[in-house]
Structure formats: structure tokens, C-alpha cells
């Protein structure tokens, strides 16, 4: 692949993405629904269909493990800096009881309801040779995945983040992530290694060695050089060095343990000191590549993976099968657990549309299980347009049940809230 050829794909791309983020977030949306479509527009469904020689000439395969290679580091810059914002406030910690509530339900009821589609969907779009229940289990960990950095973007742009209501949805989102990256592990690992069980059991020894090797050595390691070399917040070169060796070895370990490279990236962003300083000055320095450059070619690869069959016959009822149980699994456990916290109705159902913005995260989780081989194009188109509709309806239904203004905040202490798209 030539340099020229690379240098146009990522004008096209960087172009389409801004331009699409632009009007999206003119009309309402989150800009990062924009850059989501505007994969989509990249790809075979749109451009490939309006322009199939230009796109054939552009996006040729041989062509694309340039972006490939990128996108890869976007997505661990990316889930790095995730990783270092996983904190709890006081008042997140006083809510941690009814955030219980809110992220078990919104996570047990879209999983329930995954697995129960899963046979309906299993004969017709699951690839050759992978199990049923690795398949259904995956489609319940996508199902059941919320997107922490768009939840807290919207928050914090209606300036609800200090709400009882904004406090208990982020918290909660908190606990959905824990147990959804926890369940896509072991999916991963269990089909992964291609030794069934036993590669299982290989997987997780090695990745219990890593957290120990994470937290009981590396966490007190760069936490004595931080606090020797970067005092102030504010780490040198040779600190940013050592911090991008670290998180880049930790994303090799996982990546060779059959797992993805992400799952390293946000473990080493959590197991880094909790300090404001430094995560300002971290995501100072990494976000404007990683979400402006990087993450937009993500988005391009995932439209360039998707097919037109999934928009037509048989193919386009189980898509809408999707929408609709990811879309009420999440609204209904968000709305039930917040209900039992002792939120009113309002409240409650603007929690649970919060829960099911799904954005961002739902296509990490969906390039995880088309690189382990779970899911086909079909069936990763179908969850792309999931991932699109879930989080463009979050912002008008939070209009519909509790309006644009934000209520009264309480009094407790802002909570920092990342400013991803």
C-alpha cells in the first residue's frame, strides 16, 4: 500500500466523520452518532452501493491493514483513558445501593432477553463452527453493554451530571461495564484460544497472573515514579514514555493471551494512581489524537465490514428483533431498578433510556467478537444499526420524560466527567 493511497483514505475519512458529527450535533445528537454513521455511509451499504468503482478503488482490501494497524492503537489510546477515568465520587459511593439496582437489572434483563432471541437468530447468522452457547452469550454481553463516555457527554451537556438522577445513571453504567467486559472475557477466552475449555483455563491463569503482575507490581511501580518524577500532574517525556511502554506491553499480554488488546489498555488505565492532575493531563494529551484522528478510521473499518444483506427479506426482521429487545431490555431494567431505588416514574425511565445509549462502546464489542470469529458481517451490520439507533433516541426520550432543563442539583461534589464524544 502506498503512502498516497493511505493519506487519501484518512482525508476521506477524517472529512466524512467531522462533517457528518457536525450535523448530527446540529440536530440534537451527540457528534459521535455522526462519526458512527459515517462509517456506515463508507462502507458496501452506502457508498459501495452509490459508487462501487470509486469504492472498490479506494477501500480495496490489500489496502486497508494500514488503517487496520491505527485503528487498533485508537481503540487502546482510547480504552486507556477509559480505563484511567473508572473512579467512584462520595456521592456515587453514598449511591452505590441504588446504583446496584439500576446496573444489575439493566444488565440481567437485555442478557435474559439475548439468550432468549439467541435460537431465532443462531441457525441463520451465526458463522460455521462456533457453538451455540458462545454465540448466545455474546449477544447477551452485546446486548447488555451501555456506553459510559456518550452517557456522560450527554449528562454533562444538559448540565445534569450533578443530579441525583445524572449521579445514579453514571454509577450505574459503572456496574453495567464491570459485568458486561467481564462476561465478553470469558466469551472470548472461551472460543479464543481454540482449545475449548482448556484454552479457557490457560486463558484465565494468564490473565490472573497479569492483574497480580498489574496491581501488585506495576500499579506501586509507576505510582513511585509518578509521584518522584511527575509531582505536579504533569508527566515529562520520559514518564509519557514509560506510561505508553506500559500500556502498550499490557495490550500485547492480553492480545497474546486470545483476548483483545482493549482489555489490556483498560486495565492499565485502572490500575494507575487516582490523581485529577494527572487525568487531565493524561487525556490532555491523548484524547485529541485518539478521538479526533483515530477513532474516526475505527468507525470506517466497522462500516467497511458491514454488508447490504442485512437490510433485506429475513435478514432485516431479526434486525429489528434486535433494536427492539436491546432497546426495551434496557429501558425496562434501567426504569424497574431505578423505581425500586425510589425515583420517581420520570426519573426512572430517563435512567433507563440513558442505559441504553450504547454508542462507542457497543462497537468495540462488536469488532471483539467479529475478530474471535462470533459474529459474521451480517450479523455485525445488524448490531452497527443497534448501536446507531439505541444512542440517536437517548436524547429525545430524556426530552420526553423529563425536558430539556436540568433539575436541581444536589450539593454533593461535581464528578469529573470525560469529554469524549
Known sequence: MSATSLLLQLIVILTT????????????????????????????????????????QLFSKE???????????????????VGLELRSTKTMREQLRSAGYVGVLSVVVPLALGIAISPALYPALAPKGVGFWPFALFMAAALSITAFPVMARILKDRGMTRTPFGQLSLGAAAVVDVFAWILLAFVVALVGAGEGYAGLLKTTVGMAVVLC??????????????????????????????????????????????????????LFGACLPRDDRLLKSLTERIEPISIVVLMPLFFALAGLGTTSNAFSGASMGAMLLIVGVATVGKIAGGAVGARMAGYGWRDSLATGSLMNARGLMELIVMKIGLDAGLIGPELFTMLLV???????????????????????ADAGDAHRTPAKP
Open 213 to 266: 503482575a498489574l496491581f501488585f507490581g506495576l500499579k506501586p511501580a509507576f505510582a513511585w515514579l509518578l509521584r518522584v518524577k511527575a509531582p505536579d500532574g504533569e508527566p515529562s517525556t520520559t514518564v509519557m514514555a514509560s506510561l505508553m511502554i506500559g500500556l502498550l506491553l499490557c495490550a500485547l499480554v492480553t492480545e497474546w493471551l486470545h483476548l483483545h488488546a482493549v482489555f489490556g489498555a483498560f
Open 386 to 408: 443497534m448501536a446507531l439507533v439505541t444512542t440517536a433516541m437517548t436524547g429525545p426520550l430524556i426530552n420526553l420524560f423529563i425536558g430539556r432543563k436540568a433539575p436541581m
Open 63 to 81: 489496502s486497508l491493514q494500514g488503517l487496520s494497524s491505527l485503528s487498533t492503537l485508537g481503540l487502546v489510546l482510547f480504552m486507556f483513558v
Open 17 to 56: 466523520a467531522r462533517v457528518c458529527g457536525w450535523v448530527l450535533r446540529h440536530v440534537g445528537q451527540p457528534s459521535v452518532v455522526g462519526e458512527m454513521a459515517a462509517g456506515l455511509m463508507l462502507g458496501p451499504v452506502v457508498m459501495g452501493a452509490l459508487f462501487p468503482s470509486l469504492h472498490a
